[in-house]
């Protein structure tokens, strides 16, 4: 959420820069800044019409000790009226800060100075290429196919089990599912990140902090009787661990990693391009995420793009590495930065991890908070990333490493698997 001070302060740059996620803001804005006005106005009558309470209070005991009955009870009636038009400033307080609320939380986050201009996928930037095209057999499948063909990975009993888009991994398609999940971690903490494992249902409170409440209602799994939301990101219960905290200083930065299990409806994905693995309702995905003091959060985001670049290379995968426009950013992103595999069997790129840096944006809404060397408290900085989301990174090994008669497993996933093929 946007500071009421960075609204107020630079009303024309944040006009501007929204606009380059393709969000006309100035009518809220300047509704915003009128609500501000307003709420403002309502204090500073307020605090006068106390200081008239306490001033007409004192002056009803002095009449009453000289004996001016009259005098007293007029007194006693202003103080009455006086009362009255508190308690309608209250009333108006609390609808004008409730509604100031409510506007506040319909801006996005600002874009940074080198996101590209653009409305979707199509003006994303390409800015870096990795890996080389796999050697392909003849007559090559796609992984839903490879997966019936060596029975790793059963589509149709998910749907009996549940509904589409939640797969059983099964025999060595389970064992590999559980190998990326305990590779990616030990890489993480080898990196300095602290592994924790959070909860897979998060409050209300939790879905707001990190943004995806109220903006993402549609995509997530809601248990309404508890009003419990499933994850769609283990981002959410990680980033809450800091929600409502003041870290000192020396307490950054903070660099945690967990695997969750992720819940998301996708509502309105048909066609060929969600089949299989390729857009699914439950999956698995290990995620980093950090809170970093303002001035180090850029070199933070740098390090992580660096960090999930390693984990791709290591399993010898052809990639690309996006950075998005305005248009194609999430609500809460100040910069994204897309790693997508090439599925040469499918023909199509695979987005497997997205690493964003929201600046003060989601802190502002958790209230994460801390205290610099001066012991001025300030917002933190928060940013996380997949490292990496499983499903189609599965769908990528299984395509690219497909043989005559069998699947290869990378080198660095066999001390994990305990095999090196699937046939």
Request: aromatic share 8%.
């Amino acid at each position: 959420m946007l500071t009421l001070k960075t609204i107020r302060e630079r009303k024309e740059f944040v006009i501007e820069r929204l606009a380059v996620k393709n969000f006309q803001a100035r009518e809220i804005v300047d509704e915003i800044i009128a609500l501000d006005d307003r709420r403002k106005a309502i204090q500073v009558e307020g605090d006068a019409l106390n200081a008239e309470q306490k001033k007409a209070a004192a002056a009803i005991g002095a009449l009453m000790k000289q004996g001016l009955r009259e005098e007293a009870e007029a007194a006693k009636q202003q103080v009455a009226a006086l009362k009255q038009r508190s308690a309608e400033l209250d009333a108006e307080a609390a609808a004008t800060a409730e509604k100031l609320q409510s506007r506040l939380v319909l801006l996005p986050n600002l874009p940074c100075s080198i996101v590209p201009e653009g409305k979707g996928a199509e003006d994303n930037l390409v800015v870096k290429m990795g890996g080389e095209d796999p050697a392909l057999p003849e007559g090559a499948l796609p992984h839903w196919e490879l997966a019936r063909k060596y029975d790793i990975i059963d589509f149709d009993l998910g749907v009996k089990i549940t509904g589409a888009g939640f797969p059983v991994y099964k025999g060595k398609g389970a064992k590999l599912q559980r190998a990326l999940i305990n590779f990616f971690l030990d890489c993480n903490t080898a990196a300095g990140y602290f592994e924790v494992e959070p909860p897979v249902m998060v409050n209300a409170a939790s879905g707001f902090g990190t943004g995806q409440l109220p903006d993402k209602e549609g995509q997530m799994y809601h248990a309404n009787l508890d009003d419990f939301y499933m994850v769609p990101t283990a981002e959410v219960p990680v980033t809450n661990i800091f929600r409502d905290i003041i870290l000192e200083n020396g307490q950054l930065p903070q660099k945690l990693t967990a695997y969750t299990p992720c819940f998301r409806r996708e509502a309105g994905s048909y066609g060929k391009d969600v089949r299989g693995l390729n857009r699914l309702h439950q999956f698995d995905k290990v995620e980093i995420v950090r809170v970093e003091k303002p001035e180090n959060s850029y070199a933070a985001l740098d390090e992580m793009v660096a960090h999930v670049e390693s984990l791709v290379q290591s399993l010898g995968l052809k990639y690309r590495i996006l950075r998005l426009c305005g248009g194609d950013m999430s609500f809460t992103s100040a910069i994204t930065y897309d790693f997508e595999l090439w599925s040469a069997a499918q023909g199509r790129w695979l987005e497997i991890s997205s690493v964003s840096n929201f600046e003060s944006y989601q802190a502002n809404r958790l209230k994460l908070r801390y205290r610099d060397e001066n012991g001025k408290i300030q917002l933190a900085h928060t940013l996380n990333g997949s490292s990496l989301a499983l499903p189609r990174v599965v769908a990528a090994l299984l395509e690219d490493n497909q043989k005559d008669g069998y699947i290869s497993i990378p080198e660095v996933l066999r001390p994990y698997t305990g095999f090196d093929r699937i046939d």
